[in-house]
Nanobody, 125 residues
Framework: QVQLVESGGGLVQPGRSLRLSCAAS????????MAWYRQATGKQRELVAE???????SYADSAKGRFTIFRDNAKNAVFLQMNSLEPEDTAVYYC?????????WGQGTQVTVSWGQGTQVTVSS
């Protein structure tokens, strides 16, 4: 059995960065493929980036040039560095591993990219 726990999500402004982490336990994922998926509200889950057991990464077109997936085999973990975030990146991000023990998913971490609602400032004499 493999357990995956994601962390690092949150609310950020457009143009900022976040790093997502996925910690695995239960078994070593040294030779497993690892991936990050995301699912926005009302949309299907989509692949963002994946990395093979030997460390070869690949990216969805929407992530190329902005996101970097990397793994730390000593920590049994995979990461997703997200730069230049856009409102369209808002979604729940899931970690997934696929290997000889089957396919496992984490519970997901919410990423929201927004300027926020703003606050009214009134200056009056």
């Amino acid at each position: 059995q493999v357990q995956l726990v994601e962390s690092g999500g949150g609310l950020v402004q457009p143009g900022r960065s976040l790093r997502l982490s996925c910690a695995a336990s239960g078994r070593s994922l040294l030779r497993n493929n690892m991936a990050w998926y995301r699912q926005a509200t009302g949309k299907q889950r989509e692949l963002v980036a994946e990395i093979t057991g030997d460390g070869s990464p690949s990216y969805a077109d929407s992530a190329k040039g902005r996101f970097t997936i990397f793994r730390d085999n000593a920590k049994n973990a995979v990461f997703l560095q997200m730069n230049s975030l856009e409102p369209e990146d808002t979604a729940v991000y899931y970690c997934m591993t696929d290997g000889r023990w089957g396919t496992y998913w984490g519970q997901g971490t919410q990423v929201t990219v927004s300027w926020g609602q703003g606050t009214q400032v009134t200056v009056s004499s």
